[in-house]
């Protein structure tokens, strides 16, 4: 590949995922400041009654993604790869300018729950196409032998935006009282993805179409997608499982971080947002490698070690991290997480992406994702909390882990025995 291919494929992969880096990043900000909006938005007499409430609102905005992902995949595999990811953009842009801007329960009363409820909603139907449309694309423009780690870097971008989150919570923690975070303080944050999202439209207002959707001869209508993801049911479904590893682990180690090192072990919001930036400064280096390695041994093998090892050492290394809760402890374990998920992840993404059909590539990555999320990733911080409250036992969450290591292992054992996957990674794009 000449210098010039080679520096515009990296413009592409920057420009792509900058839309991903918003999506995660507005997503994330809400589960950091879960107790500030508790108090804020959902207040109640019962303390852990106004936090589930809230993270049951965070919960909330996955069950827009499946329906999102319908609407808005077919949207995509019939206008194009860009010009769906421009519009989910706005989306989102949207869902996050409501959030910032509603006023307190002091002030409005049950409007102010109801609002946000709406506007984490919208954040959820345009997530519901988001990562699909972008690894679609990555994948489409991958140069032979490397879609694996051209895929990495739709999670790679979302890693970022979890470091980005969790550096600007440190710092507000630092600058403000606890007094004016609780006011207004956990504003900031969902303003500044605001501010930035003229920039982000800019960077992908200049991509190009992929060749192999314009080399397409034809593209299918809406109920044509509809019918064929009917048709491929048990793709989406087989998909949907390999899914859960992947969104459980992410929202336990990012998003659950900060209220669980608060919550349940009692430390700091500064130590429990430090471990979260380390998590994420982790993940960024170990998707890559998993999409690299998977690359080179292949996608199957990466996925049965990643979730084997999870189903097998997630509750000891919780069970030994709770039984002296530290800053040092909880960074072990969640770093040991960080390389289980980050190989997982690098490798289930190019796989979803090769096992869907041309003409529902997106529609069909988007529905499993999106129902992966929307059950079990989604709900993990809610699910999570509840565990601990209901058992005493502040290591529950690992079996939550451990099940969504299940369902990773199981899915992608079907996927082989069956013959599920229809195309191997270097195999050429069907005719139309």
């Known amino acids: 590949m000449s210098a010039p291919a080679s520096d515009s494929k990296v413009r592409s992969v920057i420009r792509v995922s900058s839309g991903n880096f918003l999506e995660m990043y507005d997503f994330m900000v809400f589960a950091y400041y879960a107790s500030y909006i508790a108090r804020e938005i959902f207040p109640s007499s019962n303390q852990f009654a106004s936090l589930m409430m809230t993270l049951g609102t965070f919960g909330a905005g996955y069950l827009m993604r499946p329906l999102g992902a319908v609407v808005l995949g077919t949207y995509v595999d019939r206008k194009g790869r860009r010009e769906g990811l421009l519009f989910t953009l706005s989306l989102m842009a949207v869902g996050t300018l409501v959030i910032a801007l509603t006023p307190s329960y002091r002030t409005i009363g049950i409007i102010a729950p109801i609002v ?18 972008v690894s679609v694309y990555l994948s489409e423009i991958a140069t032979p032998g490397h879609r694996g780690f051209y895929c990495a870097w739709q999670s790679g971008s ?7 989150a969790a550096l600007l919570g440190v710092t507000l923690s630092w600058l403000m009282p ?7 303080g956990w504003r900031i944050p969902f303003l500044i993805g605001c501010l930035i999202v003229p920039l982000l439209f800019w960077m992908r207002s200049s991509l190009q179409e992929t ?3 314009l080399k397409r001869k034809r593209h299918p209508g809406v109920s044509e997608i509809l019918m064929s993801l009917v048709r491929n049911w048990e793709l989406v479904g087989v998909g949907m499982f390999i899914s859960t590893m992947t969104t459980v682990s992410f929202y336990m180690i990012t998003a659950y971080t900060p209220t669980y090192g608060q919550e349940a072990l009692h430390l700091s919001a500064h130590t429990s947002l430090m471990v979260t930036l380390f998590v994420g400064l982790s993940n960024f280096i170990w998707v890559p490698v998993g999409g690299a390695l998977s690359d080179i ?5 990466v996925l049965i070690f990643a979730s084997g090892a999870a189903i097998l050492t997630a509750y000891p290394a919780m069970l030994w991290m709770v039984s002296n809760p530290s800053y040092a402890r909880l960074l072990i374990v969640e770093l040991w997480f960080s390389v289980l998920f980050g190989n997982y992840s690098g490798a289930m993404v190019p796989y979803l992406t090769e096992i869907m059909p041309p003409e529902i590539r997106t529609s069909g990555f988007s529905v499993a994702f999106s129902l992966a999320t929307a059950i079990f990733g989604g709900f993990t911080p809610f699910v999570c909390t509840g565990l601990i409250r209901w058992t005493g036992n502040r290591a529950m969450p690992a079996l939550w882990l451990s099940m969504a290591g299940i369902c990773g292992l199981t ?9 599920i996957v229809v195309r191997t990674r270097e195999s050429a794009e069907p005719a139309d």
Request: hydrophobic share 50%.
């Open 158 to 164: 979302q890693q970022v935006a979890v470091m980005f």
């Open 116 to 133: 946000v409820v709406l506007g984490r909603l919208l954040q959820g139907f345009s997530a519901g196409v988001e990562l699909g449309g």
């Open 411 to 419: 899915a992608t054992l079907i996927s082989g025995w069956q013959g």
């Open 297 to 301: 041994v292949g996608r199957r093998p």
């Open 178 to 184: 606890p007094e004016l975070m609780n006011r207004w």
């Open 211 to 213: 060749e192999v959707f």
